[in-house]
Structure formats: structure tokens, C-alpha cells
């Protein structure tokens, strides 16, 4: 593996989930791996799980870890090219991702959308200077647009979860929020779903949420959350912003916050959030602090998705 | 050893102080007891000493080490229940704790009182939702009301100080400060005074100072700070604000600050203090540059404590 | 070598840069020279390049590593004598460096001129303190008027470009920029060539730049940027202010930008910066981005330098 960005840069999803949940297993195993191999991590917005998670998994691997918060540790970047560098900005991308490239030898950014401009923010600027510019592979802690070690993460908690022989039925339902929050998670969601096809995939949001259709695909898209979610096996729960009226809150209705009522007509869903999430506004305390909540576990898998991703990258070089 | 929240979760002050100064003679004959174990070291607020001193610790016994500073690095915890989280708190305790308890062996956590609400900084509101939640050992680096990486470190530092067969007369004596302290300190120094038994401690401080009843037990409180010192072989200096009128600073009296003058009638007392230390507001110059000060060697004590501490934790899982 | 402050501090400069070149070649043949030793990294400003190279290079040679933003994850010091600490200063240097002493077997600090006081920036108030009270071995990551892991750098980097039997014309040019920057690059740049004395060396600057005489020694001043620049093998470009009248900008001439036109009487030469670089301002597009720049081979480098002074620091406890 190259690189990690999205779900095409993997060689399958079934096969990296199942080198996944190997490390669970047996997390140590490969401990030779990373040695005298250096992973930056370069955070240009905050992180718990992503930072916390990753981190663990390269010292798994034996790697040595650099964790850089350029935002708080160390400057603005300039993103864009042909500027007078006369203003806020101390540094170009080009400088600063080359330069990095030089110390790391796997590179794991976590970049974040302006929700201003869909063009530039759907073009993915930010994650594809420093992919121009390093020199060494990338690893995605989060881009503009897609949050792929978070939807490896979901894979493997529905794989090792279901055992029965029909598919599961998974539901990604958006939810309330107070601030308008990015695309990321949904879309990734959606097309790693929609790549693995091991699940009866169905989108519910309210109108005017449509995502970009690139990562909804032929998903079912259902306006009532009632419907949508009667038989589910999984209820995905995520707030987004608008992506037609982009990075605009156009629906408040709490209606769509997932309670105990919500989950009724499921098949004892298991409810599963990417967290952090905020409680009595996304989903309510009885959800969360309820059986059918599996986000905990949900977040503690985020660690066997980073060690599958920079293992399969170390063996490549 | 299960947590390290006070003086209650050792199994005995002078064995632990043992431990402690064992590993000061031999820093590293426990190398192996904490390989693929990683230690969790979060912030909620600034700390040098106890996060400098810890992180050795742990990498002395092997440990991996994640320092997460979840005031900056991260985002506003939510700490009570129920509530509809539609303000300024991105991620509440529960998930926090939980989460970060799926990738830690231990986690030691740095909390604060808010000195404003004796009742919720003396229930230990904070910390304890990390022991709640978090489903792992669970070390203070500090809590609203006790420190006792830093009391174990005064304790070492007068064990490894004192040879003489009688029992050391050891005085805290209350020093001004232009801000309102916490009471975590002194509260902690007394806890542990009073469970080693080994010295004749006392107390002493302006009238209205008097610390919680639960922490300084039945050692005697001299209001007059040159009576109290009188033969005193350590003088353990600290200011707190109070804890009757809570959270307030009822006295500004600077003929409290420890000088040389002060020290006249102790026994050629050793100055201790847990630093920071504002110079010539706590104590003066002449006593801080002077023979009696032995704050660095207590504050290089740090690293014993907090490692006999974890090695503890270790063994027991 | 017992500390790193300036180029006084080193055996020899071809020694320490063959030293360098070496650990470039074989990065980890002294994994076991730094095995149970800990630096300290303290940042009192921020930091991208000497940071993650010195982090990078400690952990080649086996060390752990400690990185502190005392700025951010702590808070000020007091770096005056005698003063009485009821304002803003939390903690005196007198006391943070000698207890960080106690945790660390090597001290790498970076702080920075005030460039309001000549006397105090040029006396390195600074981290003369932390010489005086850490009782370690203390590595400049930048000081007040200083950079010598930036200078040893750039010696390897022309040392292993340049590979004829005369001496390479290796000519520093001043070039515009927005703010006020301290003179520790030129400074140290200039202090370096002449101690290295295998150059022949030239400054080019406007009238009312030069340099403290103690750094630019005997080296030519010329002010015509394109008289100096001709038959230059090497152009180092940087901005500074004025150290005559002291901090201030006194020319803002954007004909000093270094652009291909700059270097077409130069032979050819390689063009370097320390980074980061502000574009278009301190040097154009068409250089950084053409191939006479060599400023992400000399970023590269940084590693090696930190490690060669690590460990000729190890090798001397």
C-alpha cells in the first residue's frame, strides 16, 4: 500500500480489516517491523481518538512516533501558490511538507475543511500539497472530505460483531448538531460501505442533506427515519453539514436525534457513533449509556485500523 | 497496587518510600516490567515537574508513554450528567475516559479545583469520573484536593535526609501568595505525615487557614509561625487559599514569608517546597540560594515517586 | 564536546562535519551510544526544523526524548535577579532549569531575542541562565544571537556538494522581509565560514546592516548585492534586522529578493536558506522551485548535525 487516503488505496476491504483484527489479537506480533522507522503525525486541527489511537498502533508496530501540532507548535502554512508571502503565513507547503519528508518516513496528516468553498475543500488541497510536496507515504488522519481510518474502524466493528449468514443492514442516519460539521465521516462512511457490499447499505437524512453522490452511490437514500431504520442490524449515527447549501445548517428538527424510541422498529440495532458526540443533541443518554450502544468499542478498533494501514505500508517499502 | 489517588492506595508509606529510593539507586532494574505497556498522561491543566518527572518514570521501566494535553490539544470535557450538551463541551467524560482507557494500561490524569464550590472540588468530581469511566488504573498527577506523587516525593526526601534515631520534627508553615492556590498539597502533605507516623508534624498558619479537619487529623495548628518552628529539622512551606472561606485569600500578611530570619530557632531546618516557587512572595532569595533550601534534590525526587508508583500498578495486573 | 552554543564549543569544524556525514551514511551505527539517557527539548518560541530533526537525530543515537513547550504547556519564567514575583512570572529559571536538570542528562533549549534590548539579546541572557543553573549539558536549538545547529548544517551541506580542489565563493546575502528577525542565522552562518576557513566568504547587505564585528570577523562587506554575488558557488540568502539600529527595519528594498536574475552572474551557484522562507518576498518562486535551490537537502541535514553534536556530547560523559 502506497498510501492512505481513501477506500481505493487498499488492497480490499475484506483483507485489510482481516489484518486488522489480527492485531487485535495479538497486537505485538509484528513489533520488528517499524524499527528505526519514524512516523510524523502532523495535526493542523485537534484530535483525541485519531492522535491517541495512531500513536499506540505505530509503537505497536515499533515505529517511532513524532507527534506535531503545526498549528499551536508551530505556524500558519501557505497553502497557495504564487503568493507574496507578505501576510500571516510563515511558511509555504512546499517547504514545510518536503522538509518533513526528509525526517519521516511515513507521513499521517490530519487536515479539515473550510466548509467555505466546496470546490477547494472537495478538491482536498490541504491532504494532496502535502502528497505533492513530501516525498513519503501519507496517511490520512482526516481530510477535507473523506476520514478513511474511521470508516476502517467501522468495518471492522460490524465484521467482528455479525455472525449470522445474511447481511447485516446498516443504517447511517444523520442527526442534529449546533455546529455545522464536515462531510468527512458520512462520506467515508458511505463509500467504504458501498466498496465492501457485505452489508445492506441505506442512507436516511433529512432533504437538502443529499452528499455528493461519488461517495453515496446507489445507496438507498430514505427521508423518514422510521423507515429507514426498521430491520437495521447497525444504526450509524453522524451530524453533517449541508453539502448542496455547503457547510450550511438548513434542518434543526431534534426529531432526528436517535432515543430509545428512534431504535423501536430496528432489529436491536446496535448503535454505533464516531464520536466525540454530543449527548441529548446527536443521541440521547439512554442510547449511549444503554446496551445497544457500541460506540466504546467502536473507538478502542481505531487502534487495529491504524496498525492494519501502517503495516501494510511499511511492508511496501 | 490498584489506583493512586491518595496516601489510602499504598500499602504502606515507609515500603513505598523504600521502593521509591530503591529505583533512585538503580534506575533501571525494571526495564522489562513495563514493555508493550503504554501510560497515558493527561492534562486538563499546566504542570512541569510532575509531567517531566512521571514521563521518565515510565520510560525507566519500560513504558510507553502518550502526554496528551486535552486543554489544548484536545477540547472542553463535559463533567455532568444529563445535561443537553449544546454548549462550549465537545466530548463529555464518559466517552472521553472510556476511550482513552481502550488504548492506556494506565492513565494518570492532572485535574484542578475550580475553587469556587467546596462541595464538588471535595467530592473529587473530576478524577473520580475518570476512574468511573475509564476502566484502568487510574495515577492523580494531581486532583482538586490531594497531590500525592508529591507528598510520596516530600516523604523519600526526608527518609533518604534523616539518620538520627529520634523522630524529626517536620513544621508546614502557610506562606502568602498573590493568587488563590488550591489546598491539594498541604491536604496531601498532611495525609501522609500523619499515615507514615514516623515524624512530629505540625502545623502552622494564619487564623482562618485551617485546612480540612479529614487531612490534618489530630496534628497540632500553631497560629504563631515562630513558636511553631522552634527545633523544627524541616520546614515544609507552602501557601493554599482558604478552605473555610473557600477558595478566598484572608490574609496577606508578608511577615509569613520564610526567611532567613525565620528560620533562626529551627534546628538548622531543611526548607522544603513543591515549586513552583514565586521567590520573595513564598520565600525569600536568601533562603532559596542559601544551604538549608534542598527543593531541587525533592523536586529530583519526583521521578522515584512517580516510579515506584507505577511499578506497583504494574505488578498488581 | 560538553555543550553546544557556538561554533567555540566544537572539536574542529571538518571534524564535526565529517562526524555528521558519517551518521548520514549509517544513521543508527550508535543506537546503543544514547541507550537510558533522556534529552530534554524546551521550547521557550516554536520551532518545525531543529525540533523534529533533534528529535529524530536523539532517537537515532538511542535516547528518549522529552519535547516541552514551556510557553504553551507551562508557563513564563522569571529570568531577573532579586525580584520580588507578585505578577506575571510563575516560576524563576533559577528553579525550572536546575530541577529539569534533575530529569534530563542533556538540555536542548531554544529561546529567543527580545530585539528590543541589545544588551540583554547579545549577553544571552537567556539560556546563559540555563548553562548556569541546569548543571547538564545544554545544546542550543537557537538562542538570542546564535543558531550553530543551522550553521554546523550548512557546512555539511556545501562540505558534501562541493567537490573541487579550489575553495568554494560562498557569498550570505541579505534580502527583504516583513518582520523584524533576530540576526542568529547570519550571525552564526558568519561565525561558522571563518572558523571553518575552507571558504572564501563574502556578506552583501544594505548600508546599516552589519553585522556584530565579533561574528562577521574579517569577511568582506560589500553593498552592491550584484558585485558581491558574482562568481558565488554558493548564495546564502536571509534576512535580519538591523543589529546598528537595533531590531528595527531600515530597508525595505525589494530589489535585495533573490530571482534568477539575482544569480545570473553567480557560477552557477546553489542557493540556501534556513527556512522557513517567506516566498516571493525574501526569495522568488523561480528559485525555490528551480534547480540551483538546494534548501530541502540542507533541511535534510539537520539531522545529522543534531546527532553528530549528541553524540560527541554522550561520548564525553
Redesign the interface.
Known amino acids: 500500500m502506497k498510501q492512505f487516503i481513501s477506500v481505493e488505496d487498499v488492497p480490499g476491504v475484506p483483507q485489510i480489516a482481516d489484518i486488522a483484527l489480527d492485531y487485535k489479537k495479538n497486537?505485538?506480533k509484528d513489533k520488528g517491523l517499524g524499527e528505526?522507522k519514524?512516523l510524523?503525525m502532523i495535526?493542523l486541527n485537534?484530535?483525541?481518538?485519531t492522535?491517541?489511537?495512531t500513536?499506540?498502533a505505530a509503537?505497536?508496530l515499533g515505529m517511532?512516533v513524532?507527534v506535531?501540532?503545526?498549528d499551536?507548535?508551530?505556524?500558519a502554512l501557505?497553502m497557495n501558490?504564487?503568493?507574496?508571502?507578505?501576510g500571516s503565513t510563515?511558511?509555504?507547503v512546499?517547504?514545510?511538507a518536503?522538509?518533513?519528508g526528509?525526517?519521516?518516513d511515513i507521513m499521517a496528516i490530519r487536515t479539515f475543511p473550510g466548509l467555505k468553498d466546496k470546490e477547494e475543500d472537495y478538491t482536498e488541497k490541504y491532504i494532496n500539497q502535502f502528497i505533492k510536496y513530501a516525498g513519503k507515504p501519507i496517511v490520512s488522519l482526516e481530510s477535507a472530505t473523506l476520514h478513511p481510518l474511521q470508516s476502517l474502524t467501522d468495518v471492522i466493528t460490524i465484521r467482528e460483531r455479525w455472525n449470522q449468514p445474511r447481511k447485516p443492514k446498516v443504517v447511517m442516519t444523520w442527526a442534529p448538531h449546533?455546529r455545522a460539521l464536515p462531510q468527512a465521516v458520512p462520506n467515508s462512511f458511505a463509500q467504504w460501505m458501498n466498496a465492501w457490499g457485505e452489508v445492506d447499505f441505506v442512507i436516511t437524512h433529512p432533504e437538502g442533506y443529499e452528499l455528493d453522490p461519488k461517495f453515496s452511490g446507489k445507496a438507498p437514500i430514505i427521508h423518514n427515519q422510521k423507515e429507514a431504520l426498521e430491520g437495521a442490524d447497525f444504526v450509524y449515527v453522524k451530524n453533517w453539514s449541508s453539502y448542496k447549501d455547503y457547510g450550511k445548517i438548513t434542518c434543526t428538527d431534534q426529531s432526528w436525534m436517535v432515543t430509545n424510541e428512534t431504535l423501536k422498529d430496528t432489529n436491536n440495532a446496535s448503535v454505533m457513533h464516531c464520536?466525540?458526540?454530543?449527548?441529548?443533541?446527536v443521541i440521547a443518554?439512554e442510547v449511549?449509556?444503554g446496551p445497544q450502544s457500541i460506540?466504546?468499542q467502536e473507538?478502542?478498533n481505531r487502534?487495529w485500523a491504524a496498525q492494519a494501514v501502517l503495516s501494510e505500508i511499511l511492508k511496501a517499502r
Open positions: 497486537p505485538f528505526n519514524t510524523g495535526f485537534p484530535s483525541l481518538r492522535r491517541l489511537s500513536q499506540v509503537r505497536n517511532e513524532v506535531f501540532n503545526i499551536k507548535e508551530g505556524w501557505e501558490d504564487g503568493v507574496v508571502m507578505n510563515t511558511e509555504h512546499k517547504e514545510a518536503a522538509v518533513m526528509q525526517y519521516f449546533v464520536l466525540p458526540v454530543r449527548r441529548n443533541v443518554d449511549l449509556d460506540v466504546i473507538a478502542g487502534t
